[in-house]
């Protein structure tokens, strides 16, 4: 794009013979032009920066979602542990991420392993970045916490969830999203020199960085755990612990893929940036757009696939089976969203429902137990999201988003080889390792100290009365003196353990409330 500068010594010339008058001319009009030069590069800052904070806030939404797929998939007498969770891993990773995580992640200039500066946000914001930068990083930072949650859920101590938390947000991810994401990191493709296999690891949004990681983490904290009581019988066949409520799943569902709009074209960061030398309809914001196209159509594949997969496997038609689908779509197509046709975006939300059903039949065999699938969902359909961007990745859309290389590598089926499905294998690897080498120990510590889970009383009561002193849903209160009833909903004293009925006696000529038949 052609710059909006001018000299006088440029302009002059072509006014008069008058040297003085045609000079004095030429400083005003680039006075001009200079005040909407600058005008023009704030409008630019501003515009950018409102797009980076409003997917802020669509990707914080999603951890009322989290929230909502959480409560709804535990049992009721865990309801308040579980939503009591969600809103420690925000708050938590809100200070460790603040004190360490983003320094780690994007503290540049650094080394290619971790980044060094911008603790506490000391000497921020640059030029390279600005508050909504961090705020949208740690958006991300807490949506890998939360999905660990979901693994460990209805049995585990609320000290962990603090120590986990903080140390995921704080440490283990960041890490992660620096090798991948900062343009320092050795497998960035944002390099501007010595990319692996000369292209870099292309994961746009996070299938590896996020997905995997939380899932990654969820799989060993649940595998040290050990399963819920009652998941498998003593023959070791599988029994169902249902969750409560179908309603809640449904609507943290449809939560996460409004939140999933500004996880995946949000990626960008920037919206008001033309390709070539602008003046066309075709920009970055088409490539938004398409991001958003190819976000939703793996997403409803996936949805679609898992419904009638499962009613031929199972014989019924469930729509928690249907919503799981939905988001392994989702996760799945977090790496490739950018850089991928949407007839491709088909075939990877097909194959994701697959591998979700396959990793939760294998979960089944191994006797783990996950009670939203966090592993399985986020951590299988997440490393298949990486290979499939190593595969469908198209060069046009490749060199629009990471431009400055012509000839970097594409999708090995698109034509361009396999160095880039080369780098995604290897992203696949290292991020397993790293979280099996920090997040393993750490479970397993927690678990020595007895800090880990909870006590097998504790756990069949049901940790809201016997950790969270009472229930999430308070079905009468007793001193709201218009309620008229006869009869009232029986309930479990903390301290008791045991049922009592609430029996009220009827005021004088008041009958018994009638039914309808």
Known sequence: MSSLSCSASDLAPLFSSNTANATAMANYLCARFDTIANKLSDATYAIDNTYLLFSAYLVFAMQLGFAMLCAGSVRAKNTMNIMLTNVLDAAAGGLSYYLFGFAFAFGSPSNGFIGRHFFGLTDYPKPSGDYSFFLYQWAFAIAAAGITSGSIAERTQFVAYLIYSSFLTGFVYPIVSHWFWSSDGWASPNRTDNLLFGSGVIDFAGSGVVHMVGGIAGLWGAFIEGPRVGRFDHSGRSVALRGHSA??????????????????????LTIAKGYGDGGSYYGQWSAIGRTAVTTTLAGCTSALTTLFSKRLLEGHWNVLDVCNGLLAGFAAITSGCSVVEPWAAIICGFVASWVLIGCNKLAEKLKYDDPLEAAQLHG???????????LFATASYVNEVYPGQPSRPYGLFMGGGGKLLAAQLVQILVVLGWVTATMGPLFYLLNKMKLLRVSRDDEMAGMDLTRHGGFAYAYHDEDDQSIKHAYMMGKIEPNMGKIEPNIETPPANHSLPSEDV
């Open 247 to 268: 309603s809640l799943v449904v609507l943290g569902s449809f939560l996460l893929w409004f939140g999933w709009y500004g996880f995946n074209p949000g990626s960008f």
């Open 380 to 390: 299988g359909c997440g490393a298949w999201g990486v290979l499939f961007t190593g």
